[in-house]
């Protein structure tokens, strides 16, 4: 049932602070369960757990090594030898803005730059600058690629 969220997922994403919550609790509880053993038998049982997993590690390299399963034979899907060639579409400058709606941008340029010369216009320019984070870039933006690709 629970596997179900993490089906379609390729990483298993957790909150940081979560996963920092459960390392703690996880090494708190581990210190309270280690806190009366003596260093001998910490040794002794950290010894027991390499040689666990070094040999379940061994085991799994050496059982994918001898599978004597049938190894997957992939087959060719189609064979598809006919190629349509299509008409390459050579492009001429097709403006993507028309020269008026350029000199309209230009002018709302012009507005916005002289709203910046008295104090009620620049509270104007602030609050355009602050709700419409994008407009001013995006302005600058197209005036650059009109003057770059479509040269007077």
């Known amino acids: 049932m629970m596997w179900s969220v993490f089906k379609n997922q390729k990483e298993i994403k957790i909150n940081q602070k979560y996963y920092l919550l459960i390392k703690d609790k996880w090494a708190k509880k581990m210190s309270g369960l280690t806190s009366n053993l003596s260093r001998r038998s910490l040794v002794v049982y950290l010894m027991l757990f390499i040689t666990a997993s070094g040999s379940i590690s061994i085991y799994n390299i050496y059982g994918a090594f001898s599978s004597k399963e049938k190894s997957v034979?992939?087959?060719?899907?189609?064979?598809?030898?006919?190629?349509?060639?299509?008409?390459?579409?050579?492009?001429?400058?097709?403006?993507?803005?028309?020269?008026v709606e350029f000199e309209k941008i230009i002018r709302i340029n012009s507005y916005l730059d002289s709203l910046k010369q008295s104090k009620e216009g620049q509270k104007l320019y602030d609050s355009i600058k602050n709700y419409r984070p994008g407009l001013l870039d995006s302005l600058v933006f197209v005036e650059n690629y009109y003057k770059t690709n479509f040269k007077k």
């Not at 060719?76 to 993507?96: A, E, F, G, H, L």
């Open 73 to 99: 034979a992939i087959g060719i899907i189609s064979n598809s030898t006919s190629v349509v060639m299509k008409p390459v579409q050579v492009r001429t400058n097709d403006r993507v803005l028309s020269k």
